[in-house]
């Protein structure tokens, strides 16, 4: 899966940005005085570069604390203002859009309940057009690449290539220490998938509490993530949504001072190293795949001569029989147990498949 569209890097339009990007803010505008206090305690920090909060704010349920709308643009103003932050809201209507420019807003993002309906993304798109204004688009709740990837495309039909996809974790039903499963391989997907797609991580809404945050950033940044988008509140347990997720000013510095920016590249001695060490480990591949190839080979001439002999496919005691030997060899050999019983699984699932279809051509 792949998509043909141009997404402008991002040291093209934030060039001031440095590395990684870092977004923070409440998770709600509250009031004036809770959103002004907690930017110009943000803004202290260097890494931190635009100010989020929410204005209108999608909850689970009604009667919960559904944003203060328009009044908190203002507050969002002044508090660009005073700062000099950029500023960030979430807009899941046409009528957001609209708003949130009246009011200055640098770059508008789709929420991950937005981006699951492709009639609201549609629909916001069509507020957008003509409008170069940024936009940032959130995984959508589902683990589903392709709608998160339907919903940058349709931005970018509205002529927007300043687009940033955010990753905000995945519901997930399984019992997770995190309120959001991270599910790594869709943002790494996604970032196969569009070419230049900067990719921000969302830890907050991923770990719902603040203990796990640190974590899940530092790994956001080694897995390559241009940055961050974490909730910041300058009174976190009286915030009206998310209390239990989000950091105080001094706990977002110590959160951002601990981390560890790696480099991406490296110096040329390690670039010739490397390279080394990945040759070695294709070539390796190359082997993997050509003795897996022979394998199945091997497995179709076993299957003809079931068939010749009217033998069943799966022999219950051959398989515990494999099973325990190459789990013996394995361990031996330092592979992980649960690691080998996965590999042996696929492998012998693939095997029978293959003699079930030399079954069925055969007519037996
Ligand atoms: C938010 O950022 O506060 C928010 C509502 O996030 P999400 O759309 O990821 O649930
Ligand atoms: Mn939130």
């Known amino acids: ?52 909060a929410g204005i209108w704010k999608p909850r689970t349920r009604p009667g919960e604390f559904e944003g203060v709308g328009e009044e908190g643009l203002k507050w969002l103003f002044d508090a660009k203002r005073a700062t000099g932050l950029m500023t960030t809201v979430e807009v899941a209507e046409p009528a957001h859009v609209e708003l949130a420019l009246k009011y200055g807003v640098d770059i508008l993002w789709l929420g991950a309940r937005t981006v699951v309906n492709p009639f609201s993304v549609q629909a916001i798109t069509e507020a957008l057009k003509g409008i170069h204004v940024p936009v940032m688009v959130k995984n959508p709740v589902s ?9 940058i495309e349709r931005v970018y039909s509205a002529g927007i290539t300043k687009i940033i996809a955010i990753h905000r974790g995945f519901h997930y039903f399984n019992k997770s220490p995190f309120r959001n499963a991270p599910m790594w391989e869709i943002p790494i997907e996604l970032k196969r998938a569009i070419p230049n797609i900067p990719i921000i991580t969302d830890p907050s809404h991923i770990c719902g509490r603040r203990s796990l945050l640190a974590e899940i950033s530092q790994k956001a940044l080694d897995l390559e993530m ?37 480099e991406r590249q490296g110096n040329p001695e390690f670039q010739n190293k490397l390279e080394e060490l990945r040759t070695e480990i294709d070539k390796l591949d190359g082997e993997l795949l050509e003795i897996l190839a022979k ?12 068939i010749e002999n009217d ?44 003699q079930e279809e030399r079954f069925k051509q055969s007519g037996r």
């Open 295 to 306: 394998r199945m080979e091997i497995i179709n001439e076993i299957g003809d001569y079931k």
């Open 1 to 52: 899966m792949s998509s043909n569209i141009e997404i402008l890097p991002l040291e093209q339009w934030l060039p001031s940005h440095g590395s990684p990007l870092i977004i923070s803010g409440p998770c709600s505008a509250e009031s004036a005085g809770q959103l002004i206090n907690t930017a110009k305690a943000i803004a202290k920090l260097p890494q931190v570069k635009v100010l989020r």
């Open 311 to 354: 033998i069943t496919i799966l022999q219950m005691k051959r398989w515990a029989g494999i099973i325990e030997d190459r789990l013996s060899i394995g361990t031996h050999l330092g592979l992980k147990r649960e690691f080998l019983l996965n590999l042996l699984k696929l492998i012998h699932t693939e095997s029978i498949k293959k």
């Open 143 to 151: 683990p589903d690449v392709k709608l998160w990837m339907g919903a």
């Open 226 to 262: 241009d940055g961050l988008m974490i909730e910041s509140h300058i009174d976190p347990a009286n915030a009206k949504t998310d209390a239990a997720q989000q950091v105080s000013p001094q706990g977002l510095k110590n959160l951002l001072d601990n981390l560890v920016i790696r």
